[in-house]
């Protein structure tokens, strides 16, 4: 009995070991994960003259004051910086996913002469800094018409989009049996067919997965913004508030804070809806193919 009762308080105390080193783990990571946002909020909504108190805590908040957002919406357009985000990301993501799909299908499905160096090619074209294309794509957009508009964003922002998504998509592809599609074709369906009947629902976690990266890259990116729109009401998001709120060596924090906070609400709705399919795309086009 002496001994039984032993080993049974080892394992309860491996268990608790075990327990507080997973909830410890998970809540340090996210407590590193939520504090940014936290202090945003915070800061959004804290009077200046606490929040530019350096003896102060930054967490503290001791009264709240909404005049950053009445800041930021009544001297800026604000709210077209957002609309104008979020007609980019929305329509350069749709049509990454699309051709993606279709070349990822066609480097993972089709045997044609030179299919490998082509799928090298394009993991490559993804990792070329965005500095380096900028100027050149000035001039293409200037020639096109473009300039200073957001449909040069639109036309531009896939040149970094697809390549990853067609690299994702076709890792993902890949992990698919042949044998799905092939007696799909035997009943009757074509190449196109079993695409888009048997194989996009088997890939939905993949699609989502890199429909998400592709939006996110394009809700924060900047260079190319910066360089393309000078007018104030073609910015987006990132060059606007940055642009806007910033003036010589002086920042104004609390509206920054407050755009700052807005602009991630619709990125963190897109990834709290699709969190489930995210996981399963990212980990299954990274371990199969």
């Known amino acids: 009995m002496a001994v039984t009762g032993l080993l049974r308080r080892q394992r309860q105390r491996r268990l608790v070991g075990k327990a507080i080193m997973v909830y410890g783990t998970v809540a340090f990571f996210l407590v590193t994960t939520l504090l940014p946002f936290v ?12 929040l530019y108190n350096l003896e102060q ?29 979020f007609v ?35 993991f490559i074209t993804y990792l070329v800094p965005r500095t380096l294309l900028f100027v050149p794509l000035v001039y293409v957009m200037k020639s096109f018409g473009l300039f200073d508009s957001i449909w040069s964003l639109v036309i531009v922002y896939p040149t970094f ?13 890949r992990g698919i049996p042949r044998e799905i599609e092939e007696c799909a074709m035997i009943d009757g369906c074509s190449r196109m067919g079993a695409l ?11 699609i989502v997965s890199a429909g998400l990266f592709a939006f996110t890259l394009s809700w924060s990116e900047f260079i190319y913004a910066l360089t393309f729109i000078q007018s104030a009401a073609n910015k987006t998001l990132s060059v606007g508030a940055v642009g806007g709120l910033t003036v010589g060596d002086t920042l104004f924090w ?29 980990t299954a086009g990274a371990v199969k193919g």
């Open 161 to 173: 989009l697809i390549p990853f998504c067609t690299w994702l998509l076709m890792g993902y592809f």
């Open 57 to 85: 805590s930054p967490f503290a908040l001791h009264s709240l004051t909404f005049d950053h957002f009445t800041y930021l919406f009544g001297k800026y357009p604000f709210a077209r910086w957002m609309w104008n985000t």
């Open 39 to 50: 202090w945003m909020a915070i800061s959004s909504v804290k009077p200046n003259r606490e």
């Open 196 to 206: 888009l009947k048997i194989v996009l629902p088997l890939c939905l976690p993949g």
């Open 88 to 122: 980019v990301s929305v329509i350069s993501t749709a049509f990454s996913l699309v051709i993606g799909i279709l070349g990822g299908y066609s480097l993972a499905r089709l045997r044609f002469r030179g299919a490998e160096a082509m799928g090298l090619g394009i």
């Open 254 to 282: 609390g509206s920054l804070m407050a755009a700052a906070l807005l602009g991630s609400v619709p990125v963190a709705l897109f990834y709290s809806f699709f969190l489930e399919y995210y996981v399963k795309g990212l």
